[in-house]
């Protein structure tokens, strides 16, 4: 998935969220036709996930997907839920997203290219935020779990699969990771495990609900953490 809907703007001036934004943008554009194409690694680990969200999710909830990729998900989900409105910073994403809603209708289901601003999605404003192997390219971690928790309402979930690359050998993140975007074949990421993950949604003012590995195929490094705003 691409880089969150809603970026981090608090540590950076907006001109510069911009740019990082548009930078992201373009990588994602020029990857999104094998990134549509490309088969999900770990099928039945995905499925357990897809289950496990539509066990949290009510045909009463307002629900926002950030960095929703080209929707695969958001069109799994969006019949368990009230409204789905699924954004991604990546217009050429977005634009497959279309086409897939074309051909699967789903009236609660709607697509958008994402801004910087989080504004432009509301104070308050969904019962759930979903956040599918996407926290981990964000700029800044506790910026981009600030303004998701702009955006719950009291009592909304945020519902998050990450990867936690400071699990991985050291080599893969810290060495294969940083040679691959020097040639621009990986976007920038954060390297935390899942101890900083959920550390940062307690910082937040978040409570974790559950944490869970839904992996089926060797070491799984996507932690599952589910966390809830009070109120």
């Not at 099928?43 to 996930?49: K, M, P, Q, S």
């Not at 950030?66 to 998900?73: E, K, R, Y």
Request: proline letters at 7%.
């Amino acid at each position: 998935m691409s880089l969150p809907a809603i970026a981090p703007a608090s540590s950076a001036s907006p001109s510069a969220v911009r740019s990082a934004a548009a930078s992201q943008a373009r990588f994602w554009d020029r990857i999104a036709p094998k990134y549509a194409a490309d088969p999900i690694a770990d099928l039945a680990g995905y499925e357990a996930t897809l289950q496990r969200v539509q066990g949290l999710l009510s045909t009463q909830h307002d629900v926002l997907e950030i960095g929703c990729g080209t929707g695969s998900t958001a069109l799994r989900l969006a019949p368990f839920t009230r409204s789905l409105l699924a954004t991604d910073v990546s217009p050429a994403m977005i634009a497959i997203a279309h086409q897939r809603l074309a051909a699967q209708p789903s009236p609660q289901l709607s697509f958008a290219v994402a801004d910087a601003e989080a504004a432009a999605f509301g104070q308050a404003a969904y019962d759930a935020v979903l956040a599918f192997n996407v926290l981990h390219l964000a700029s800044d971690l506790d910026d981009a779990l600030k303004q998701v928790v702009q955006v719950l309402r009291p009592g909304g979930l945020l519902i998050s699969k990450t990867a936690c690359l400071a699990e991985m050998n050291p080599l893969i993140p810290y060495l294969a990771v940083p040679l691959m975007r020097a040639i621009g074949k990986a976007p920038p990421v954060l390297c935390f495990g899942e101890q900083r993950l959920q550390s940062a949604m307690v910082q937040q003012g978040l409570q974790i609900v559950c944490a869970e590995r839904h992996g089926t195929r060797g070491k799984d490094i996507r932690a599952f953490v589910v966390a809830r705003k009070p109120g």
